[in-house]
């Protein structure tokens, strides 16, 4: 099965600030893949799908880039509403897919 | 609108069975793959199982194979996951996600708010 593994585990920042998440797949995913935001007491929500794919809704201050093993997700100017736990999931080929353990973006 | 509502969750003892149900609205239910994801409390994702949308296809997480049975009933708009042989490590919330089309393609656009279980002695 394909591990995928983020990092940070959590990160603090201030409103405003540009925040990095990174996603490692143990094999070439080549662009199967999806961010999700989850916040507290809520279901997951599709942010980014393709590895850089913005689904339609979603602020254009989140990104995607990536291919192959490595992933990013950025969010520019962070808003207030950001701050959640993001999970990274893959989609390649057959089940099963997995997420990323998550990353908690919490207030400085 | 699409709406997905979660509901058979509970509190069961270890060994024993559930069923959860998932009432899809707002949609052709037929024409998409459903998954069930699972959450711990105070942990991440973990992908269950899926169903295609003629329910020809099926796959399971390997730490549910065996004990979880998903179906769907396409003419009620309704998933299904059975639990059975349940143990400690189950105890997580139940969502049910809609796949992008009628396909596999394991990419959730919409959720439930899910469903609990706990299983405990």
């Known amino acids: 099965d394909i591990q995928m593994t983020q990092s940070p585990s959590s990160l603090s920042a201030s409103v405003g600030d540009k925040v990095t998440i990174t996603c490692r797949a143990s094999?070439?995913?080549?662009?199967?893949l999806n961010w999700y935001q989850q916040k507290p007491g809520q279901a997951p929500k599709l942010l980014i799908s393709g590895a850089s794919r913005l689904e339609r809704g979603v602020p254009s201050r989140f990104s995607g880039t990536g291919s192959g093993t490595d992933f990013t997700l950025t969010i520019t100017r962070l808003q207030r509403e950001d701050f959640a736990t993001y999970y990274c999931?893959?989609?390649?080929?057959?089940?099963?897919?997995?997420f990323g353990q998550g990353t908690k973006v919490e207030i400085k | 609108e699409v709406q997905l509502l979660e509901s058979g969750g509970g509190l069961v003892q270890p060994g024993g069975s559930l069923r959860l149900s998932c009432v899809a609205s707002?949609?052709?239910?037929?024409?998409?793959?459903m998954t069930w994801v699972r959450q711990a409390p105070g942990k991440g994702l973990e992908w269950v199982s899926v169903i295609s949308g003629s329910g020809g296809s099926i796959y399971y997480a390997d730490s549910v194979k065996g004990r979880f049975t998903i179906s769907r009933d396409n003419s009620n708009n309704t998933l299904f996951l059975q639990l059975s042989s349940l143990r400690a490590e189950d105890t997580a919330l139940y969502y049910c996600?809609?796949?992008?089309?009628?396909?596999?393609?394991?990419?959730?656009?919409?959720w439930g708010q899910g469903t609990l279980v706990s299983v405990s002695s």
């Open positions: 999931q893959h989609n390649y080929r057959a089940p099963p897919w997995t």
């Open positions: 996600a809609r796949d992008a089309t009628w396909e596999l393609l394991g990419r959730w656009g919409n």
């Open positions: 094999q070439s995913i080549i662009t199967y």
């Open positions: 707002g949609f052709t239910f037929s024409n998409y793959a």
